[in-house]
């Protein structure tokens, strides 16, 4: 499982970095995502990167406010939010595929995120 961390309260308008740690089978890492679940709502794709750096993609309406990113020497994926709104509220879970063709797996518990109006 991936270990996220780093939710919180936070107000409206500000900014959070979550981790997650890529404990286990790293080397065999195609690429690393984040992904939330709000109340009453169906986990969606927040950010995804290539385990080499390459290709991040964002959801729309997260993109100009969040940046992906990875450290391959920690093995470790962070978001940076900023901007945050109420709407961005969710459990933030990590995931990693080992192919293209794979599906995301290996979810952690995930962090939580409460965005304050």
């Known amino acids: 499982q991936l270990q996220a961390s780093g939710g919180g309260l936070v107000q409206a308008g500000g900014s959070l970095r979550i981790s997650c740690e890529v404990s286990?089978?790293?080397?065999?890492?195609?690429?690393v995502g984040w992904f939330r679940q709000g109340p009453g709502k169906a986990r969606e794709s927040v950010a995804t990167i290539s385990w080499s750096g390459r290709n991040p993609n964002y959801a729309d309406s997260v993109k100009g406010r969040f940046t992906i990113s990875r450290d391959i020497a920690k093995n470790m994926v962070y978001l940076q939010m900023n901007d945050l709104k109420p709407e961005d509220t969710a459990i933030y879970y990590c995931?990693?595929?080992?192919?293209?063709?794979?599906?995301?797996?290996?979810w952690g518990p995930g962090t939580q995120v409460t965005v304050s109006s």
């Open positions: 995931g990693r595929r080992g192919s293209s063709h794979s599906s995301y797996g290996d």
């Open positions: 286990g089978r790293a080397y065999t890492t195609y690429s």
